[in-house]
Nanobody, 116 residues
Framework: QVQLVESGGGLVQVGGSLRLSCAAS?????MGWFRQAPGTQRELVAG???????TYASSVKGRFTLSRNNARNTIYLQMNSLKPEDTAVYYC?????????????WGQGTQVTVSS
């Protein structure tokens, strides 16, 4: 079993920045971030593997940057130029091979609120 511990998130104004972190309790190949706004389905924001393959949702490309520290089993999501539509609960997720639509492991979620 892999535990995921998230940190970061909070309240920020439009155009501001936030950084999320997620630490895994043990080595695992694929890690990423999903988000879910009220009344919507959970969606993949960005995902990465240990060899550095990174994918982004089109809605965040150019604004969000996902990075990884394999030695610490940790990923970081730097979110810049935040918009009100980025408001959601952000969940860290992990899979043994590649990030799927239904990852095996989940964090508890952290709220990101972008105010206008």
């Amino acid at each position: 079993q892999v535990q995921l511990v998230e940190s970061g998130g909070g309240l920020v104004q439009v155009g501001g920045s936030l950084r999320l972190s997620c630490a895994a309790s043990s080595r695992i190949n694929a890690m990423g971030w999903f988000r879910q706004a009220p009344g919507t389905q959970r969606e993949l924001v960005a995902g990465t593997t240990r060899v550095g393959i990174i994918t982004y949702a089109s809605s965040v490309k150019g604004r969000f940057t996902l990075s990884r520290n394999n030695a610490r089993n940790t990923i970081y999501l730097q979110m810049n130029s935040l918009k009100p539509e980025d408001t959601a609960v952000y969940y860290c997720a992990a899979d043994r091979v590649a990030i799927s639509a239904t990852p095996e492991f989940w964090g508890q979620g952290t709220q990101v609120t972008v105010s206008s």
